[in-house]
């Protein structure tokens, strides 16, 4: 079992090196089948590990050994080596078979990229960080897998890096990131002095050694860099900005799987969140606000892609949510239908800007390809698109039966039960604007008339591209059925119930039907208010734009949040640094440097007329000099 | 234990090929003084890998022992030594400066026209000074390699570099005689009190460190004062090479100055010397200084850290920069002493090669672009992806280990810098994390303004990519910042005898246990 | 009979006094070459003169140094002297004071 683990981490890591070595002799279109064969080869193997571990891992963790030391100096002991229980295999499974398809969909998008060896080098590169970060056996290991997935969307954010704003939101993401990793550096560093291990089985053994006070300081540190990973309030900035990538990393990347790793990170430390006094509720609040607040944004977005960014932050908080409240499988459930619906959505995305691009060279249009005002009537002339793109929309609004609805449910179910009315109310609140939002946007794109010629002209996207669609849409449909019934004890609750069993509360004495209605309900009308707006037209929607014109600006532009980082830390920081090395390192330390130099010098020139540069003058003053000498001896001393 | 003398070997060998160019090459025959200087620097390197296989990794003892008379006065009275030795502390630092010094001649063949012949003679003299710094055990021999390593830098400043290089090398001379004069006085002192004891002048290390351990500064035949005096005489003088903040500002003008190499040498190696010196001297020889005076050191370190990172930031010259992020780089070394546990301590030495092998590769890069396009400005460049992606890729790969990316050296020193300093003082750790943040945030300034966006000067077009001499230059450091920080064990473990036993000596431990 | 020890001394600084004089009053570089010979050989002959009356061999081993240094410097001094002649045209040491401060 343990060579299987070793293989599925670095066959990834393995097409990186092979499209290294072999980029002179591969043509570029099979370097890209190469990277998806490697992350095919690898979703296989990890189909291999799930069916043998089945049984083998329902008592205990399977942890393999030390494949080297990495650092040992005194107590600082990091073994290199591997932990597979159902969690991380589940997300290993997500990483490795969504991030097949996502392979497959990129060798019809990138086709005619030039650069498309260094878009494959990067994706596997970033298949295995996220495999090291799953199923690395140690902190160390997490954090590495972490910042390494935080390097590869760097450079898929700034992938066409010829614009100079895709490399400034590139930037932008890894910068945010690093001061997410700052408190989780400090959480790590904590976890050792408190501990003295970083290896998982031994943390959680001792949880409960710790003082409440440690225990809340390390997770609130470890959260931090949650919030900076995935896109929590206040450092979610990052993640709009990085739609500026090529659209399967969006799908991939930051929607479907890296921004995921702050869910997982808490879900792996569960026994150190429920051993915390306070910061389960300030996960939980931050959670639900960042998915109220990302998902008023949502709602008038105008770029396809900025909408379904929106909705990541905001489905992301739903997850926070619900490991707030300790319903850890509900967090990993709807991480798993997330995955498959929202790289649905990007992907769909994906092809329908695809084919705008090319609809908008041929009819010499100047768009911009991401514009749902220039779209419009998109479904007869997209139909696979189009109706998995409805699948998608479905399931994240949280439509009856789709997998989003099961998932979020869930996580609202515990909630109540948990006693968190306030919670639930932000909870099903933004679950009304989802609901919106996404119907708005399936309906602007792909109802109604075209309003550009580009629209008229576009049309479907190849196999390779639709054909992972029509995948994903089987389980975005799907995928809650199959593994979310009944409700709260199906597979996937099985499945996951050894790895969360010690932490695991059972809300009990409401009736979960009754929810489950009021969900339904929701989440109908959310999606007939966009049917009556934007289909219907009961209302003009520029009319309401006008009506609500201070809310709907404050919403369209984001609630100023990025002005207000500009003003607040940015521009100072830029300030303090130019006034730094302009007039503290320049005038203050080099000045008296270069001061007490200049008072040498003014002293030398006064000696120096001592110089007077005729011989029979010094020789004069040695004599002198002689017999003053001569003198003093003679007189015995004065 | 060992006499057959590989460290004199190492010592002395650039010296001979020194000679060897400077006397028996005839007039021009330049490719053979280029051949020679390059092959005297790979047969030191191949001796100083041999050392590294030879060494003992379990033992604390000075290794390779040479301990010969060297001056003796005052009928025996007063004696000098030739002592060198290594152990865990030094062992890293002798491959790291013959690696560095065969790849900065390597690149210097296609970079330094005039003067070949004093050139690589100054280098090698160089090299020489400098491995004698790292394997001296006597005092006075440490003092003598210490500034003969000035006198090359000065005239490979001033006669090969650029606008403003006398400005800059006198700067530099003078800034560290200034310090190491005060050290000088503090070692003949330090000699002086020591004669009741030894009943003669001596300036043998062990010696020292066994008069210090039995006891010298209990005793009462020192002052306290004087002490402190001692200590911080040699402190400066280290506290200058390093540079600590606030005595760095020679640092950046003579990293400007400088021609490529020497921005090499002076980056991966000198500035080690500074931190050198005060784990194999002015700690152990000076315990209780060294514990009262940790809280200010690394908090000058940590100023460094974050005021190093912020004036980077504003630069617009790459060297100055890079200058700059030495400052910071270098602080994150002075803190881990500081912090005096044995992760802290060995995060130290470890981070001594990945900057000398990151800041060197960084210097080496920005050299190749200087070459091809005779400016250091930030605002020149843009866009270069495009034209010259190998040079991209190897810029990406040391930057981001400059920035301390996991899987890259960088990451792994800081990272058991950070949670050494963690255990001794949870503060200091705080503050200097953020220290990585901005690192992320200069780093990634200077990379995206220069590969990023649009082509913006047409000369930038036709660039030539690296070719196969550059690459050569380039892999092993590339190669070895990826294997520390895979496999950062491999290359802390030897080390951790020789640090057991230093902090045993300055009682470490003791004070960080909590 | 012996002419008495004090009397070599007497001749020694006269000799001396009149070297120096020299040194000091005259501007011929090669005058004032001489009269530093002068000198030397005045401190010469008061070490063999109180080598001799001391009988201690240490002074007459002092002259011998001194007469090599002596002809060392004559060697060194004179090629200075030339090269000074030659670049600036005169032997008068009051031109050459490039070294003024």
Redesign the interface.
């Known amino acids: 079992m343990a060579t299987l683990v070793w293989l599925i981490l670095l066959i990834p890591l393995a097409g990186v090196v092979a499209n290294l070595a072999l980029a002179k002799v591969l043509p570029k279109r099979t370097a890209g089948w190469l990277a998806t064969a490697a992350v095919g080869v690898s979703f296989a193997l990890a189909v291999v590990l799930f069916m043998q571990a089945r049984g083998a891992l329902k008592e205990h963790a399977f942890v393999t050994d030390p494949l ?7 107590t ?1 002991y990091v073994p290199i080596q591997l932990l597979v229980d159902q969690l991380s295999l589940l997300m290993v499974l997500v990483v490795t078979g969504v991030g097949f398809l996502i392979h497959v969909y990129s060798n019809g998008y990138m086709a005619h990229d030039e650069g498309i060896r260094r878009y494959f080098v990067y994706l596997n590169l970033f298949v295995f960080s996220m495999l090291l970060l799953v199923l690395g056996a140690n902190y ?1 290991l997490l ?2 897998g ?3 997935v935080g ?1 590869c969307s ?1 450079l898929l954010i ?1 992938f066409w ?4 704003k ?3 939101a ?2 932008k993401a ?2 945010v990131n ?2 997410g ?2 408190g989780f ?2 959480g790590v ?2 976890i ?2 408190t501990f003295g291990s970083l290896v998982y089985t031994d943390v959680f053994e001792a949880a409960g050694t710790a003082t409440p006070a440690t225990l809340t300081l390390i997770t609130l540190l470890l959260f931090v860099g949650a919030t900076g990973k995935s896109a929590q309030l206040p450092l979610y900035v990052w993640l709009p900005d990085a739609m500026a990538g090529p659209t399967p990393v969006s799908a991939l990347i930051h929607a479907a799987t890296m921004v995921t790793a702050g869910v997982y990170m808490i879900a792996r430390s569960h026994a150190l969140y429920a051993a915390a006094p306070t910061t389960p509720l300030v996960v939980a609040t931050i959670g639900a606000l960042t998915a109220i607040f990302a998902a008023s944004i949502a709602i008038t977005q105008l770029d396809i892609k900025k909408v379904l960014a929106y909705s990541t932050v905001s489905q992301l908080g739903y997850m926070f949510l619900a490991v707030g409240v300790g319903a850890y499988v509900s967090a990993i459930f709807h991480l798993f239908t997330h995955a498959f619906f929202k790289a649905l959505l990007f992907l769909g995305s994906g092809s329908v800007i695809h084919s705008m691009e090319h609809a908008a060279h041929e009819t010499g249009e100047h768009i911009d390809p991401q514009d749902m005002r220039h779209m419009g009537g998109l479904l007869k002339r997209m139909p696979q698109t189009g109706w998995t793109f409805l699948i998608g929309a479905a399931a994240l609004a949280g439509l009856p039966l789709t997998s989003g609805f099961f998932s979020k449910d869930e996580i609202l179910a515990q909630t109540f039960f948990g006693g968190h009315t306030l919670l639930y109310i932000v909870g099903a609140v933004t679950a009304f604007l989802t609901a919106f939002y996404s119907f708005r946007q399936f309906f602007m794109v792909f109802t109604g008339e075209p309003r550009s010629k580009a629209a008229e002209h576009a049309h479907e996207s190849p196999a390779v591209m639709t054909v992972p669609l029509m995948v994903l849409a089987v389980f975005a449909l799907g995928a809650g059925l199959v593994f979310g019934l009944p409700l709260e004890n199906g597979a996937i609750h099985h499945w996951l119930e050894p790895v969360f069993h010690d932490v695991l509360e059972h809300h009990e004495g409401g009736n979960p039907m009754f929810l489950l209605v009021i969900s339904s309900v929701i989440a109908l009308a959310g999606a007939g208010l966009a049917y009556a707006i934007y289909v219907l037209r009961a209302a003009d929607p520029e009319a309401l734009v006008a009506r609500f014109a201070p809310l709907y600006r404050l919403s369209y532009n984001k609630f100023y949040v990025d002005e207000l980082y500009g003003a607040l830390f940015v521009r100072p ?1 830029f300030a ?3 006034f ?3 007039v503290v ?1 320049k005038l203050v ?2 000045g008296a ?1 270069n001061g007490v ?1 200049t008072i040498l010098r003014l002293g030398s020139i006064v ?10 003058a010094y ?2 003053t040695m ?1 002198l000099g002689v017999l003053i000498l001569v003198a003093y001896f003679l007189s015995g001393g004065f | 234990m060992n006499q057959f003398g590989l460290l004199s070997a190492i010592i002395f060998v650039p010296l001979l090929g020194a000679l060897g160019i400077a006397l028996f090459v005839p007039r021009n025959r330049m490719n053979w003084v280029r051949g020679l200087a390059l092959g005297t620097a790979l047969v030191d390197l191949a001796l100083t890998i041999w050392l590294v296989a030879r060494f003992d990794p379990t033992s604390a003892d000075f290794q390779f022992v040479e301990r010969l008379p060297w001056i003796s006065l005052f009928g025996g009275n007063a004696t000098f030594l030739y002592y060198v030795g290594v152990d865990g502390i030094s062992l890293w630092l002798l491959p790291l400066t013959a690696l560095l010094t065969a790849v900065a001649i390597l690149f210097s063949w296609g970079s330094i026209q005039t003067r070949e012949r004093e050139y690589y003679t100054l280098l090698l003299v160089l090299t020489t000074g400098m491995m004698g710094v790292f394997t001296a055990l006597d005092m006075f021999l440490f003092y003598i390699f210490w500034e003969v390593v000035l006198i090359p830098m000065y005239f490979l400043i001033g006669v090969w570099g650029s606008k403003n290089r006398i400005y800059a090398t006198v700067k530099f001379v003078l800034y560290t005689m200034a310090g190491s004069a005060l050290m000088l006085a503090a070692i003949i002192t330090f000699a002086w009190i020591l004669v009741p004891f030894t009943q003669q002048l001596t300036f043998d290390l062990t010696v020292w460190k066994q008069a210090v351990q039995s006891g010298l500064w209990e005793a009462g035949v020192v002052s306290d004062r004087m002490e402190t005096l001692m200590f911080l005489a040699f402190v400066l003088a280290f506290a200058i090479k390093v540079p600590l903040f606030p005595f760095h500002t020679w640092l950046p003008n003579a990293h400007v100055e400088a021609p490529t190499a020497g921005s090499v040498i002076l980056a991966g190696v000198l500035l080690k010397m500074g931190t050198y010196g005060f784990v194999r001297f002015a700690m152990p020889l000076f315990p209780q200084a060294s514990q009262q005076f940790a809280p200010i050191l690394a908090g000058l370190a940590i100023v460094g850290i974050l005021y190093g990172a912020a004036v980077a930031f504003a630069q617009r010259d790459i060297k100055s920069l890079i200058a700059y992020s030495s400052v910071s780089h270098m602080g994150f070394v002075v803190l881990g002493l500081a912090a005096m546990n044995p992760q802290g301590v060995s995060g130290s030495l470890l981070q001594m090669v990945n900057h000398g092998l990151s800041t060197g590769a960084l210097f080496l890069l920005i050299g190749m672009m200087y070459d091809r396009r005779h400016t250091r400005e930030m605002s020149e460049y843009g866009g270069l992806w495009k034209v010259v992606p190998v040079y991209a890729i190897f810029f990406l790969i040391v930057a981001l280990s400059s920035l301390g990316l996991p899987g890259l050296n960088g990451f792994a020193g800081e990272f058991m810098i950070l949670i050494g300093a963690f255990r001794a003082n949870h503060w200091w750790a705080g503050l200097a994390t953020f220290g990585v943040v901005l690192g992320a945030v200069y780093m990634l300034w200077l990379y995206g303004n220069v590969f990023f966006g649009p082509i913006t000067k047409p000369e930038n077009e036709t660039l030539a990519d690296l070719n196969r001499r550059e690459i050569l230059a380039l892999v092993p450091l590339v190669a070895l910042i990826i294997l520390i920080g895979v496999a950062p064990h491999m290359f802390t473990e030897p080390m951790q005898p020789s640090v057991a036993r230093l902090l045993q000596e300055i009682g470490g431990t003791m004070l960080t246990m909590r | 009979m012996p002419v008495p020890v004090e009397q070599y001394l007497l001749l020694g600084a006269v000799l001396f006094v009149i070297g120096m004089l020299g040194v000091l009053l005259r501007r011929n570089a090669i005058v004032i070459f001489m009269s530093i010979e002068l000198m030397l050989n005045a401190v010469n002959l008061t070490f063999v003169a109180l080598a001799r009356h001391l009988d201690s061999l240490d002074g007459q081993v002092f002259v011998f140094f001194v007469m090599t240094v002596a002809a060392a410097e004559v060697a060194i001094g004179l090629a200075l002297i030339v090269a000074i002649f030659r670049s600036l045209g005169t032997s008068d040491v009051d031109d050459a004071h490039m070294l003024r401060g």
């Open positions: 080297y030391t990495w650092v040992l100096i005194d600082l160390v954090f590495t972490w910042e390494l390097l760097y700034s890096y010829t614009d100079p895709n490399a400034a590139g930037r890894f910068i690093r001061i990793d700052f550096a400090l560093f904590l050792w002095t920081f303090l640094a130019a730094l090395a302009f390192d330390i080099d440097v130099a000696l120096r007329r001592l110089q007077m540069g005729y011989a029979r020789a004069l004599a």
